[in-house]
């Protein structure tokens, strides 16, 4: 069992910056692929980004170049740096680990 807590969401003007965090819990989470989806309304969760235990990234094209994932683990904890936010970005961004999900952190893009 996992548990992902999210933190670091909230209001962004256009062209601002959020860190978002994923403090796992329960077990080390060092060898998995730590995911970060998000959803906006009406539309369908998707992949922001991954990284592997390795260190491998992989981005979905629209945050390529604005967004970057990073782990602790030492810490546990997986980030999303988000940098040159659109209102495009606004979303609920869950954390994903395993089967296993964070509750969100709501992040709004907007002047």
């Known amino acids: 069992q996992v548990q992902l807590v999210e933190s670091g969401g909230g209001l962004a003007q256009p062209g601002g910056s959020l860190r978002l965090s994923c403090a796992a819990s329960g077990r080390i989470v060092s060898m998995d692929t730590m995911g970060w989806y998000r959803q906006a309304p009406g539309k369908q969760r998707e992949l922001v980004a991954f990284i592997t235990s390795g260190g491998m990234r992989n981005y979905v094209d629209s945050v390529k170049g604005r967004f970057t994932i990073s782990r602790d683990n030492a810490k546990n904890t997986v980030y999303l740096q988000m940098n040159s936010l659109k209102p495009e970005d606004t979303a609920v961004y869950y954390c994903?680990?395993?089967?296993?999900w964070g509750q969100g952190t709501q992040v709004t893009v907007s002047s």
């Open positions: 994903h680990c395993s089967n296993f």
